[in-house]
């Protein structure tokens, strides 16, 4: 079968070339009157807007168009903007997961599960897969050494999926079947499983004296998740680290400078001494450190700023790019395309703008590629040696 190439006719392209300048303009004009600093950041705006819209004879495609619009606005040098455009298609494909970590040094038929992912479709006691098994066949159609297991289990994802699998020990192959995942669902359970790693490191660290906490995002339920942890797991530890590493963003600041402030100033407790709470009881009023990286985002680069201001702790990680800007998300004509600019910037008690300063942690430590496949964490274990000392010299 050729392939045929497909030519746009000339009126088609002057109808793109005219949607393309109409889109162009409008989300020029958009930047420069909602773009939170009047002074564009020092940029020639008008100047920019007449560089790229030279390109856009040469734009036949919304997702070129996209990247077009994306590369403009980048070049203001800011956080919580660009374009994309999400068109959808029915034949895209939807790889499912079973949950489990594949062998990379297996070179026969099929695939060789390494482990199993804690609260995976595997992770089962029906289940006969362990480390070792191996998977020759999906839904009866088999893996040749040749081929991976992913485009098997396409558009699997919560339906019964027929697996033929050798599980070590055995001579015969057997069949069994198990229901996958979507990869969102995959990628909380792989969240799930870093953060208690994370928490089992520090207990074995610092010999169960200190707490561990990750905020994965400035949100409700991560904030929720927040004080579960500190006043369930580790409400008697003498110290908690709080972990703001890969923290996606949102609104919450206030509420977790305030939760991490407190100041023990009363208990209760029983005739024979024994302490049944102490006050506050919503608030953490023990030592703490915090952790941060170059991919604590958005909110997630405010509270490490403030956290180090006020003074509650040091601060541990790399050094963290000040993004604190608040974005308005603007669907376009076309639906599929979006386009987001930062119409709101917050100011420090200087009145500088927060956005692209820089937050230099107390204790400045990089986790390297090595030590990371290595499996060690060296800012959590920087941080647990710097607060147990801090509690010891107390």
Do not use: C
Request: proline share 5%.
């Amino acid at each position: 079968m050729r392939a045929s190439l497909f030519v746009m006719k000339p009126r088609l392209i002057s109808i793109f070339v005219q949607k393309f300048a109409y889109l162009f303009d409008h989300v020029w004009r958009l930047t420069q009157t909602k773009f939170y600093d009047p002074q564009m950041h020092g940029v020639d705006w008008q100047q920019y807007g007449d560089l790229y819209r030279k390109h856009l004879p040469s734009i036949r495609t919304y997702s070129d168009f996209a990247e077009l619009l994306s590369e403009m606005v980048g070049d203001l040098n800011v956080s919580h903007t660009g374009a994309f455009f999400m068109a959808g298609n029915s034949s895209w494909e939807e790889p499912a997961s079973l949950g489990l970590y594949y062998d990379d040094r297996y070179r026969g038929k099929g695939v060789r599960v390494k482990s199993l992912l804690p609260g995976g479709p595997a992770d089962t006691y029906q289940s006969p897969i362990k480390a070792g098994a191996i998977i020759y066949s999906v839904n009866g159609k088999e893996i040749s050494d040749q081929q991976d297991i992913y485009p098997f289990l396409n558009f699997t994802q919560g339906k019964l999926t027929r697996l033929s699998v050798l599980v070590p020990g055995e001579e015969k192959a057997q069949n069994f079947t198990l229901v996958p995942i979507t990869l969102e669902e995959e990628s909380e359970l792989l969240y799930e499983q870093w953060v208690e790693q994370r928490r089992a490191l520090v207990e074995t660290l610092s010999d169960g004296r200190l707490g561990y906490v990750h905020l994965a995002a400035m949100d409700a339920a991560s904030f929720e998740q927040m004080q579960n942890d500190m006043f369930g797991l580790e409400k008697d530890k003498l110290g908690l680290v709080v972990d703001v590493r890969f923290n996606a963003g949102g609104w919450l600041h206030d509420q977790v400078m305030e939760i991490l402030s407190g100041t023990r100033h009363s208990v209760m407790q029983t005739r024979d001494g024994y302490v049944v709470s102490s006050f506050p009881e919503r608030r953490w009023a023990k030592p703490s450190i915090m952790l941060a990286n170059a991919d604590s985002y958005s909110d997630g680069s405010i509270v490490p700023y403030f956290y180090q201001k006020e003074g509650l702790g040091k601060l541990v990680g790399e050094r963290v790019p000040g993004t604190g800007t608040a974005v308005i998300w603007e669907q376009q004509q076309e639906p599929g395309l979006i386009y987001g600019v930062p119409q709101l910037g917050i100011k420090d008690e200087q009145g500088r703008w927060f956005e692209n300063q820089e937050i230099i942690p107390d204790i400045l430590v990089y986790n390297d590629p090595e030590s990371v496949v290595a499996g060690e964490d060296r800012q959590l274990a920087a941080a647990v040696e710097a607060l147990l000392l801090e509690i010891s010299s107390k």
